[in-house]
């Protein structure tokens, strides 16, 4: 009798998996919905101390976050940032969260940015990524990565991202 159980199973997650297979139109359709876009502009930052903790090794921070974008993105983001400055000089790091609510490219909602940075004697590395399934309005089903330039004292980002429509 159990050799019967096994084959029903198998027949049935066998039958489970096409019912999962998307219609090849209903995926070349999603993937041309996904098409890679880029938006850039400027943005201001204002940063907020909310406390400190100095010890030997490094010293970790927290701060506030707010930011008034400009360009392909169209308006405010808050947050929070948690930092580590190193004895070292150069030597560092950060994690932020940031909600944007604005409009990207005509299109209204919002979306969480998820930051990651580090920085080595001065070599810096940067991980900006929309933090999965938080777009709302017309941004639902956004993905995307930013890059921040500063130069000069004035913040600029790129932003490459895809709105999935068929979410």
């Known amino acids: 009798m159990s050799w019967i159980a096994g084959v029903c199973l198998l027949a049935g997650l066998s039958l489970w998996g096409q ?60 947050g929070e940032m948690l930092t580590a400055m190193s004895a070292v000089k150069g030597s560092a790091g950060y994690v932020a969260m940031e909600r944007f609510s604005g409009t990207l490219d005509g299109r ?37 990565t930013m890059t921040i330039q500063i130069a000069g004292g004035k913040h600029s980002y790129e932003f490459a991202y895809s709105i999935d429509a068929g979410r």
């Open 108 to 144: 209204s909602g919002s979306f969480v940015l998820q930051h990651s940075g580090t920085m080595t004697r001065g070599e810096q590395q940067l991980s900006v990524t929309v933090v999965p399934d938080t777009g709302t309005g017309q941004l639902a089903g956004l993905a995307g």
């Open 19 to 78: 019912a999962q297979e998307p219609a090849p139109a209903a995926s070349a359709a999603r993937k041309e919905a996904a098409m890679t876009v880029h938006a850039s502009g400027t943005f201001e930052v204002k940063m907020e101390p909310q406390s400190e903790d100095k010890a030997e090794g490094a010293s970790l921070g927290r701060m506030g976050l707010s930011k008034q974008f400009h360009g392909g993105l169209d308006g405010a983001s808050t």
